[in-house]
């Protein structure tokens, strides 16, 4: 079993940062794949981007180039740096957790942190 728990939410302004870490419970963190995934009111929970257990990071074509995903396997926490900030980027940001290979879809992961708000005004 993984625990996970997300934190740095906030409310910041269109253009502004923010920085979200994960921390997971694992023993064997460094042999999971480990996936950002938001959800805004009323919509599906979408694919933001994931860091493979080798550091490969791929992102979401709608914030590639302002959203940054990096980890620290000696501290088990991954972060996701939101950089540029818009109002569209409103939501409920949940790290997940997959054993060895990286998912780019919510069904694929195993393990889900209870989520943090990240609200951003224009």
């Known amino acids: 079993q993984v625990q996970l728990v997300e934190s740095g939410g906030g409310s910041v302004q269109a253009g502004g940062s923010l920085r979200l870490p994960c921390t997971a419970s694992a023993r064997t963190f460094s042999s999971y794949a480990m996936g950002w995934f938001r959800q805004a009111p009323g919509k599906e929970r979408e694919f933001v981007g994931v860091?493979?257990?080798?550091?490969?990071?791929y992102s979401a074509d709608s914030v590639k180039g302002r959203f940054t995903i990096s980890r620290d396997n000696a501290k088990n926490t991954v972060y996701l740096q939101m950089n540029s900030l818009k109002p569209e980027d409103t939501a409920v940001y949940y790290c997940a957790a997959r054993y060895r290979a990286a998912g780019y879809n919510r069904y694929q992961y195993d393990y889900w942190g209870q989520g943090t708000q990240v609200t951003v005004s224009s």
């Open positions: 860091i493979s257990a080798s550091g490969t990071t």
